[in-house]
């Protein structure tokens, strides 16, 4: 078991992840800023957006840029320094770092070494947008982007349906459109869907409606800001048990079934066996005694 140190025994230094603003910097928290200001250095996806906010409130800490496509070199540089006892800050752009942002695989990478780990709360838009959607707020999952590429999506919504709890999705607006109408075809035109657009800033705006009206109004109007989906779960989910005609029968009556329908009995034993955790040996037996 890979368990973290204690703080004030470790030698090393310690990974802050650190929350920013979603919109309103008004949402910048007295800890992070602190933090921010007493690390060695930020780990930022931007530093030219994060360095908006670090003139916001006098924050004089240095910065190297972390994202997607310098992590591979990015992350045993940061894990060096903080082996070596520097402190570290990860930002993203806006919200929670990890959360559809950089930040798993460093943090990964730093528990792999026994390196603190600190998270600092703070702003998620999903969680935000959720709050506020009037759609069940639990159980809830949070999926982030689906698939750009239509036949993709559409796969991956296809698997959500059964799921009963409330859905979070992140969207761009040059994408909401198609999304909606994938949407719509995945879970039906009446499934109920929320859309929270520009959170905490002036132009915040919910909207709700059927999968199918809000569709349309993605549609028929100009979609601009960035998008929190949320779609409420299936109430009526259909399991595997409603399609399979076995589902209701013994396990006898099972087997006895699949025979009628040309299987051999041993195969018809060993499949109502292993689909049901059942000794195959003693459902045989069981199933020659009524033969």
Do not use: C
Not at 161 to 182: C, D, G, V, W
């Amino acid at each position: 078991m890979n368990q973290q140190k204690s703080f004030g025994t470790h030698t090393t230094g310690t990974l802050y992840l650190v929350p920013t603003p979603i919109g309103n910097l008004g949402d910048m928290t007295v800890r992070s800023i602190d933090t921010l200001k007493a690390v060695t250095v930020i780990a930022a996806e931007d530093t030219r957006h994060t360095q908006q906010l670090l003139n916001q409130f006098d924050i004089q800490t240095k910065q190297v840029s972390f994202h997607e496509h310098n992590k591979e070199t990015r992350i045993p540089e940061l894990v060096a320094r903080l082996a070596a006892g520097e402190d570290v800050a990860q930002v993203s752009d806006a919200g929670m770092p990890s959360i559809s942002d950089p930040g798993h695989e460093l943090v990964k990478a730093a528990v792999a070494q026994n390196i603190p780990v600190v998270p600092l709360p703070g702003a998620s838009a999903g969680i935000t947008a959720l709050i506020a959607s009037g759609l069940a707020p639990q159980p809830f999952m949070f999926y982030g982007f689906l698939a750009r590429k239509p036949k993709e999506q559409l796969a991956e919504l296809q698997n959500l349906n059964s799921h009963t709890e409330t859905m979070i999705f992140y969207e761009a607006p040059h994408r909401l459109a198609k999304t909606l109408q994938t949407i719509v075809k995945a879970f039906g035109p009446e499934r109920q869907v929320v859309l929270a657009r520009e959170l905490t800033k002036r132009y915040e705006e919910f909207l709700r409606g059927t999968a199918q009206e809000l569709a349309d109004w993605a549609n028929e109007n100009e979609v601009r800001g960035e998008f929190v989906m949320m779609v409420a779960g299936n109430d009526n989910p259909v399991t595997e048990a409603d399609d399979d005609p076995l589902a209701d029968m013994t396990p006898v009556q099972a087997v006895r079934a699949l025979v009628e329908s040309g299987m051999k009995a041993t195969a018809a034993v060993k499949q109502i066996a292993k689909a049901r955790d059942l000794d195959r040996q003693a459902l045989y037996l069981e199933y020659q005694g009524e033969n």
